[in-house]
């Protein structure tokens, strides 16, 4: 199965230029007018990507998500909900790499079958990584009116939660 997906991108290039060359397509020169018609894109995404990954790197590094966390902590535990599913489930829509470190540790601490390895990777899959998808997206195309579609999309990010929270008792 390695070997199968180490030689799939090779697989597909060398299909594309096999048809490409089928089409009497001069590959190396299309390759070259799509970097160029990419690069602008690039230049425009990145003020974008740069301003959201130093949002949320003061947001980490201040220690305010910590303060945060152990003021809900009380409430998670009246509710009986796993306060330690907090950080993903807050965490995800800010930064899907950071949520799936917190879920890569939470494998670690409590192991994969664990109900709370269960719950955090149901959040995981279910929610989406709202902050950066508006950021970058629509910072790229120059939107600026972004809040309906932030809330909308915490709003369904919380209900994703939430659903999680009923559905995973149910079936683990």
Same mark, same amino acid.
């Given at each position: 199965m390695k070997m199968a997906s180490s030689l799939f991108i090779?697989? !597909? $290039? *060398?299909v594309i230029i096999v048809y490409a060359a089928y089409k009497k397509v001069n590959v190396y020169d299309s390759f070259v007018s799509g970097a160029k018609e990419g690069l +602008?894109?690039? =230049? #425009?995404?990145?003020?974008?990507?740069?301003?959201?990954i130093f949002g949320v790197n003061i947001f980490l590094k201040s220690g305010v998500i910590n303060?945060?966390?152990?003021?809900?902590?009380?409430?998670?535990l009246f509710?009986?909900?796993p306060a330690?599913?907090? +950080? $993903?489930?807050? /965490?995800?829509?800010l930064s899907?790499?950071?949520g799936l470190?917190? *879920?890569?540790? /939470?494998? =670690?601490?409590?192991?994969?079958? #664990?109900?709370? #390895? !269960?719950?955090a990777s149901v959040i995981q899959g279910s929610s989406d990584t709202t902050i950066y998808v508006i950021t970058l997206y629509f910072g790229t195309i120059g939107i600026k009116k972004i809040k309906y579609a932030l809330w909308v999309g915490l709003l369904t990010d919380l209900f994703m939660v939430? $659903?999680?929270?009923?559905? $995973? +008792? *149910?079936?683990?």
């Open positions: 090779p697989i !597909l $290039v *060398l +602008p894109m690039v =230049k #425009s995404m990145f003020f974008s990507l740069l301003a959201m303060y945060f966390f152990d003021f809900l902590r009380p409430l998670l509710i009986n909900i330690e599913i907090l +950080p $993903v489930a807050i /965490m995800r829509p899907g790499s950071f470190a917190l *879920l890569n540790d /939470m494998y =670690k601490v409590y192991g994969p079958d #664990s109900f709370i #390895s !269960l719950l939430i $659903v999680a929270l009923i559905l $995973v +008792p *149910l079936f683990f």
